[in-house]
């Protein structure tokens, strides 16, 4: 029997969510453990030291998940720095960085994967009938798929044709291999 239902486009699932921030700040929180881990690339680090004035290393933490492979450490990326239990970035439920905050942040709860949407659970969920400015957020949310695609390919690169050091800890990202930091 053939499905003679019109494929939904991202835009007609992400409108039908009915999302609408609430600006509660509970995604910049950690509710429980690693649920605020805000994976960033190198080009979101540079976005958000521009925007704050900070170092990269005052800004990112290597990746908690570490690879022990034959007297190396490394891992796959950096996350931003939590103070306590929320983002650096959070003060009285508002980003600092706003205009300049990660592809992730300008997606939430949203994700696309190769397998289609994803929604995480959020307060703002069906807050409204239909969620605003859905093709916008459709646009965002394919431009931080290829972003992390990209990212990926970078990094798959640099393992191909580089070596991991055996002397130190590394953190491998889109633009080498770089050392960890206190």
């Known amino acids: 029997m053939a499905n003679n239902q019109p494929k939904?486009?991202?835009?007609?699932?992400?409108?039908?969510?009915?999302?609408?921030?609430?600006?509660?700040?509970s995604c910049c929180r950690e509710t429980e453990p690693g649920s605020n881990l805000v994976m960033v690339g190198p080009e979101e680090i540079r976005r958000m030291m521009d925007a704050s004035g900070l170092?990269?290393?005052?800004?990112?933490t290597p990746y908690p998940s570490k690879i022990h492979d034959s007297g190396r450490e490394y891992t796959f990326g950096w996350v931003i720095r939590r103070k306590e239990d929320h983002c650096m970035f959070l003060r009285d439920n508002t980003c600092?960085?706003?205009?300049s905050r990660p592809w992730i942040c300008r997606t939430y709860p949203f994700m696309l994967t190769e397998e289609g949407l994803k929604v995480h659970p959020c307060l703002g969920i069906g807050s409204l009938k239909e969620t605003e400015r859905?093709?916008?957020?459709?646009?965002?949310?394919?431009?931080?798929?290829?972003?992390?695609?990209?990212?990926e390919?970078?990094?798959?690169?640099?393992?191909?044709?580089?070596i991991v050091p055996e002397d130190r800890p590394v953190v491998i990202d889109g633009e080498g291999i770089k050392e960890y930091y206190g």
């Not at 600092?96 to 205009?99: E, G, K, M, N, S």
């Not at 390919?153 to 580089?162: F, G, K, N, P």
């Open 153 to 162: 390919d970078r990094i798959r690169e640099i393992l191909q044709s580089a």
């Open 8 to 25: 939904r486009t991202l835009t007609d699932q992400i409108r039908d969510t009915g999302f609408s921030c609430l600006s509660c700040g």
């Open 55 to 60: 170092a990269f290393e005052e800004i990112v």
């Open 96 to 99: 600092l960085i706003y205009a």
């Open 134 to 151: 859905p093709l916008d957020l459709a646009f965002t949310l394919c431009m931080r798929l290829d972003y992390e695609q990209e990212e």
